[in-house]
C-alpha cells in the first residue's frame, strides 16, 4: 500500500463534508432501501407468520420497520405568557347576562 507524502496534492485535507455518509454507508443504505422496496408485498405474509407463534414480536416488528417509514416526532416545549384582560360585568344587570348568554346558544 501507498503511504502518505508530506505535500502530496491528492491528499484531501479538507475531509468529507458534514452530513455526507461515507461510501460504505451510502451503498448499505441504498440495498436496503431497495430490498424494502421490492419486498413490500412480502411484508404483510413475514409479519402474519410471525404473528401467529408471537404476537407480540410481530407489533415489535411493525414498530420497528415503522421507523424507517415515518419519521419519530420530537417533543416541542411551548412557553407562552397569556395574558386576559379582566372583564367588569358590575356594569351588566343579570337579565342583560342571561340575554347575551341565550344570544350565544343560538
Known amino acids: 500500500m501507498g503511504e502518505f507524502k508530506g505535500g502530496d496534492e491528492n491528499i484531501n485535507r ?3 463534508k458534514k452530513g455526507v455518509p461515507n461510501k460504505s454507508t451510502k451503498e448499505i443504505r441504498d440495498a436496503f ?3 424494502v ?6 411484508f404483510e405474509d413475514w409479519i402474519m407468520r410471525v404473528a401467529e407463534k ?5 407489533i415489535e416488528l411493525v ?3 415503522g421507523e424507517y417509514i415515518l419519521p419519530k416526532l420530537s417533543r416541542t416545549e411551548v412557553k407562552a405568557e397569556i395574558k ?3 372583564i367588569d360585568l358590575s356594569q351588566y344587570t343579570t337579565k342583560d347576562l342571561e ?3 341565550e344570544d350565544s346558544e343560538e
Open 14 to 16: 479538507a475531509g468529507r
Open 54 to 58: 408471537n404476537p407480540a414480536k410481530a
Open 63 to 65: 414498530k420497528d420497520v
Open 37 to 42: 422496496e421490492n419486498n413490500v408485498e412480502n
Open 33 to 35: 432501501q431497495m430490498f
Open 84 to 86: 386576559t384582560d379582566e
Open 99 to 101: 340575554d347575551s348568554i
